[in-house]
């Protein structure tokens, strides 16, 4: 069995922002925070690490680059030579419109691919939503190292920081 | 950001004060009520062009593309003209959905959704006719290269027609997985709200069980700004291989190097032409006058004014490179563009794209939206006859008389172009019905702009809770020490 999560319920984002810090400031393991938009600012206080969606994004792209012009070089050039008013066969100008679509094209679908699999977002996911994330409220989700007793410090201290309310749950979706 | 340095300079981007919940509530109060009569009217209107569009259709493809008015030298007209009209519609959608996001223009957040979508309707009419135009469409996929059975044969990929297939499918893929990225945290906003039954499961199925984790927001926000920088050189290059069909080609009046920078700017501008026209009704019918403010639209006409001027100096300069080229064929087709059988197609396009939109400078008409309405119609109208103007004009008059010729649209071909305008809205309309015409979430993030933090109005059904005072909120920017102005903290 895992161990319980302390949710704090807030109304703000300022309050969100600065909770966060001091939750994690005070040495305490934070699970989540949940918001209705991004809270710009939060990676900082939660101190998440820069996605790397951005070289996936980049090995998607250089993937559709060259398959676009192996697949042209290749139909134009090996396949099915064509001979149009002396022009060479391997006229790379002429391949750069249809490889750059499809740079942007496997770059975009591989990102976004990417994405979904990390976030471990997918259709029929049957997730648990804590109440009001996804419309006004702001929640931070606190486990506990060790002890659950920590729990009581951790809560006075969202108190502190503006919490509206709070709830301890055993499992909590990321 | 809760200690949000405010300037006298900014105005709210949310013009009403509103709770986080209330605007969840706004925005999802049109799908969530039966719909009007007024819905009905339009709704039934738009099914029926598209109806009637759809027999049109039906009978050319079924009788051949004979039933067109296309002649032996002009093999292009209202087919070619409608496509790059619709195409260009389309980009005024990706450029307000990425390339104002790169350029941090935070106004954009409550019309891009419903830009986007026009972008995606809009390239589905455009992708009509080309379909239609082989007039086998049932063979289309030949233009794809796929191995087959015929020997060795390949798609010829030194054409700008291919090139078209593939900037075209690739911009609706591209176009397509950015509006349903930006509308995963949306759909689990009303999933959440919507009660058990055939709304709760299919939202929950779309919404992909997104539940608002801010590691996933986090990683969220990286992946829309790198589908905001793929989709923004995309859109110029969509527009600019549609302009090489014609620039690749001999025939005066298309052979001429200003063509792709020309057409992107003719995108722009026809583009947010059509955004107003849709982005003036939806306000007024769905009361968002607070969320699509004034401002909004007086930004689009400035953008309006900008593009304008670009497709005015690129008329200008062909007409002046005509003349500079020394070149006859090239002269001849312009002085036929403006005082030939088609002076009134063209005049019709000066008026309307070069003279209409420096109305925009007078801030009266730039704030009226009646005014604004009438104005963006006119350009419509005014691009349309672009395209128009350079094909039909270009293939009337090649260089050997014999082949000159007169070409005049028959019924098929206008019921086919007003058939397209009963798909857009029927899909629009079903759009406004069924999805959160307004990004919920980005609207929520901007709550804040040029307000004192997230102070709830009084009427806040939330527990108002005691702030901490901001005492740097008043105060000019200027006055805030700089070293605080992260760039993540900096309202642009």
Partial sequence: ?174 | MSHQHLSSLRVPLVTEPRTLGQLTEEICAPMERPPTWKWWVAFGIAVAVLGTGAGIVGYQVATGIGVWGLNKTIGWAFDITNFVFWVGIGHAGTLISAILFLFRQKWRTSINRAAEAMTLFAVMCAALFPVIHMGRPWLAFWVLPYPNDRGSLWVNFRSPLLWDVFAISTYFTVSAVFWYVGLIPDLATVRDRAKAGIRKAVFKVMSLGWTGSHRTWSRYETVYLLLAGLATPLVLSVHTIVSMDFATSVIPGWHTTIFPPYFVAGAVFSGFAMVLTLMIITRVVLGYEHLITLRHLENMTKIIIVTGGLVSLAYATEFFIAWYSGNPYERFAFMNRAFGPYAWAYWIMVTCNVVSPHLFWFKKIRTSPAAIFVLSLVINVGMWFERFVIIVTSLHRDFLPSSWAMYTPTMVEVGTFIGTFGLFFTLFLLFVRVLPIISIGEVKSVLGFARDGHAAPPHSPAKPVAEEPHPVAHRPVAAVPLAIVTRKDAPV
């Fill in chain 1, 1 to 174: 069995m895992s161990a319980p999560v302390l949710i704090g319920y807030f109304d703000s984002e300022a309050q969100v922002l600065d909770a966060t810090r001091a939750v994690r400031e005070a040495g305490f393991v934070l699970h989540d925070v949940y918001t209705p938009y991004a809270v710009h600012g939060l990676d900082d206080a939660m101190g998440l690490e820069p996605s790397r969606l951005t070289w996936v994004c980049f090995g998607g792209g250089l993937l559709g680059c060259t398959l676009a012009l192996s697949l042209q070089l290749y139909t134009s050039v090996v396949s099915w030579p064509l001979n149009v008013g002396g022009k060479p066969f391997n006229s790379l100008p002429a391949f750069i419109p249809v490889s750059f679509e499809l740079t942007v094209l496997f770059a975009a679908l591989s990102t976004v691919a990417a994405f979904l699999l990390r976030a471990k977002l997918f259709p029929g996911s049957r997730r648990s939503v804590l109440p009001r994330v996804t419309d006004d409220r702001f929640a931070i989700a606190v486990a506990p190292r060790e002890a659950p007793s920590e729990l009581d410090a951790a809560e006075d201290l969202m108190r502190r920081h503006g919490a509206v309310a709070t709830d301890l749950l055993e499992e909590v979706a990321s």
